[in-house]
């Protein structure tokens, strides 16, 4: 009949950091960010499937590589197995990435609209957690949390695959094509992971968007953020001959890119040979002439985060009258 | 400072007073010029045919709707302090509102970790008296079992009013009777107040300390049920003594059996006394009798 307490009693913690960890505050909103992983487990199963497929590729690819590659490993230089490692680095987390677009659009049109399609948002309002921080724990979840979870996740995948490959080649089970180097490992991590925070910063304004729509919109919200905009760029174009909103949405998709200048960092890399042309000797030397701290400068990041901040504002404000669940 | 000076004008004021309460859904009214007061240590019925205004009423003493008129819950009000007052407010909206997808334990960890008067320890022992695992999620447990969690999620937190909206709608006898003895011997004191809309009035209407009974977005009595006794009498009245009893100005009158029942409002006994047989009514046939007379 009775039931063990399945709810763990953690160790006291002491000192400063216990006292900080302990606020009602901090621990209101530690709480509704596990609860989102709770009922969104897509946001963690995700992510380790891709991990598993990876890992599993890494161990099931004998055939094809043999064949591709395996001769070519006995004559590779030593800087190009460094390039290709630094290069693997880069491309094993892409798939991860992907995944993280995917999961950071449909968890930020749902989380506010599932609680009010299950009427659970009742249930939510009879606890005293305010509009602002149910609204932030969620931003919080998709735009902070999961690309900081994907990150760590993508580089534990890196290197265990990295791992594998290396003991199934010094087994002869592998083609011996990647040349570990802590060098260009911990750069292109660091270049992945600047590159991941200017991400988070300029794509914010879209999650603060989605976060919008999904307490806004009644039904349908993916065909709002998605045929809206749409219909949007045609009207325009139609009736006012003009392109300014597909500009725009175009400029806030790639325009951050610009600051970072890699198109001149892979030219500069570039070795003259022979006939005119010209050869990447080292990847890791191309991540060290990417500039990076042009983006943070950039106004329109800043102005992105302020229009994010008013759509949490305004998301908070309309779920604090919603009552039509 | 601010919570003790709180507590003692909680003490001296009422935990809900509204006064010109107005709320209109488009073109619809849905309260019109409400006015009631409710004290602290009462359970309360609000209790109203379908669409009178209760759940607007509630929803607008749980800050969930605007509304026009002042209302004060707690001294605080329910538009601009909403946050504030939540802390010492707890209300079940409806069995089925608890997320279908979290898990007994995880609902448990949840209401510990945002609410600062949550007792984890009171709502496992409570829980150990049902068959509910903390494993299982809300979606596999019976109507019953939901509002059994509910109820424990609930009475582990020390609020002062405690709003229930047709809490145990749908649910069998057992476990309705069983909703409302755990309410009253577990978590019922004189310093909580608890407010309650149902349908079904004759279960509990033992409970009641106090009924407000609302129509068509006005409320037609507030009164404690000590009151009612005084005040409210229903005359079985003798054939011969119809016209006789109609001349004291009954405000309802209904046939049952071929005889005629009539409640008076404020009349003697003894004035009654010779016109048949007199009783007090129950809080179903005074609610009855309030809607349907014209002149309530």
Redesign the interface.
């Known amino acids: 009949m009775s039931t063990p307490a399945a709810v763990s009693t953690r160790p006291p913690q002491s000192g400063l950091a216990a006292t900080w960890v302990n606020h009602p505050q901090v621990r209101m909103f530690r709480t509704l960010v596990r609860r989102e992983f709770w009922e969104h487990r897509s946001l963690w199963l995700a992510p380790l499937a891709v991990t598993a497929l990876l890992l599993a590729s890494a161990l099931l690819t004998h055939g094809v590589a043999k064949i591709d590659a395996g001769d070519a490993s006995e004559w590779l230089d030593p800087q190009v197995k460094t390039n290709l490692f630094a290069l693997a680095q880069w491309g094993l987390t892409i798939p991860h990435y992907l995944v993280m677009i995917l999961l950071q659009t449909f968890y930020l049109l749902d989380c506010l609209y599932a609680e009010r399609k299950d009427r659970s948002i009742l249930f939510w309002k009879s606890l005293p957690i305010s509009d602002s921080i149910t609204v932030l724990s969620k931003l919080f979840v998709g735009g902070v949390v999961l690309p900081l979870g994907i990150f760590v996740l993508a580089l534990v995948t890196d290197v265990l695959f990295t791992i594998i490959w290396d003991l199934r080649a010094f087994i002869g089970q592998a083609p011996d094509l990647v040349l570990w180097d802590t060098v260009a490992f911990l750069k292109t991590q660091s270049v992945m992971f600047l590159g991941l925070i200017i991400s988070m910063l300029w794509y914010a304004p879209f999650l603060g968007a989605f976060l919008l729509a999904s307490v806004v919109v009644r039904r349908n919200v993916l065909m709002w953020v998605t045929v809206v905009p749409l219909l949007a760029v045609i009207i325009e174009r139609i009736a006012f001959g003009t392109r300014w909103l597909s500009n725009f949405l175009r400029y806030r998709t790639y325009g951050v890119w610009g600051d970072l200048h890699v198109e001149s960092a892979i030219l500069n890399s570039l070795r003259p040979v022979g006939g005119g042309g010209g050869v990447i000797v080292s990847i890791p030397e191309v991540f060290d002439r990417v500039h990076l701290a042009p983006a943070f400068v950039d106004i329109d990041l800043w102005l992105g985060l302020l229009f994010t901040a008013g759509c949490v504002f305004a998301a908070a404000r309309v779920r604090r009258y919603r009552d039509d669940a | 400072m601010a919570r003790s000076t709180q507590t003692v004008s909680a003490m001296t004021t009422p935990v809900i007073e509204a006064r010109g309460l107005k709320k209109s859904y488009r073109t619809t009214p849905a309260l019109e010029e409400v006015n009631f007061s409710v004290g602290a240590g009462r359970i309360v019925g609000l209790i109203g045919p379908n669409g009178a205004g209760k759940t607007t009423a509630l929803?607008s003493i749980?800050g969930?709707?605007?509304f026009d008129g002042e209302l004060r819950v707690l001294g605080f009000d329910p538009r601009s302090q909403?946050?504030e007052l939540?802390?010492d407010v707890?209300?079940?909206?409806?069995v089925?509102?608890?997320?279908?997808?979290?898990?007994?334990?995880?609902a448990?960890?949840?209401?510990?970790?945002?609410?600062?008067r949550f007792d984890?320890t009171r709502a496992?022992e409570f829980?150990?008296r049902t068959?509910?695992?903390?494993?299982s999620r809300v979606r596999e447990l019976s109507k019953g079992m939901v509002t059994q969690l509910h109820l424990a999620l609930i009475l582990a937190i020390d609020a002062r009013l405690l709003v229930l909206d047709e809490p145990t709608l749908g649910l069998d006898l057992l476990y309705r009777r069983q909703f409302y003895d755990t309410l009253l011997n577990d978590y019922f004191n004189h310093e909580r107040t608890i407010l309650i809309t149902t349908h079904q009035v004759e279960e509990v209407e033992n409970l009641f300390t106090d009924v407000i009974f609302i129509n068509h977005g006005r409320v037609v009595l507030d009164s404690s049920v000590e009151a009612i006794s005084e005040r409210f009498v229903q005359v079985t009245v003798a054939p011969d003594r119809v016209a006789e009893a109609r001349a004291l100005q009954p405000f309802y009158e209904r046939e049952v059996f071929g005889r005629t029942v009539m409640m008076f409002d404020g009349r003697p006994g003894g004035e009654l006394a010779p016109l048949g047989e007199l009783r007090t009514p129950s809080i179903a046939d005074l609610f009855v009798a309030k809607m349907e007379s014209p002149n309530p």
């Not at chain 2, 707890?90 to 409806?94: E, M, P, Q, T």
């Not at chain 2, 509102?97 to 995880?106: D, E, G």
């Not at chain 2, 068959?131 to 494993?135: A, F, G, P, T």
């Open positions: 929803k749980l969930l709707t605007r909403r946050d939540m802390r707890s209300f079940i909206a409806d089925a509102v608890l997320p279908r997808w979290m898990r007994v334990s995880q448990l960890e949840l209401v510990a970790g945002v609410h600062g984890l496992q829980l150990r068959d509910i695992r903390m494993r």
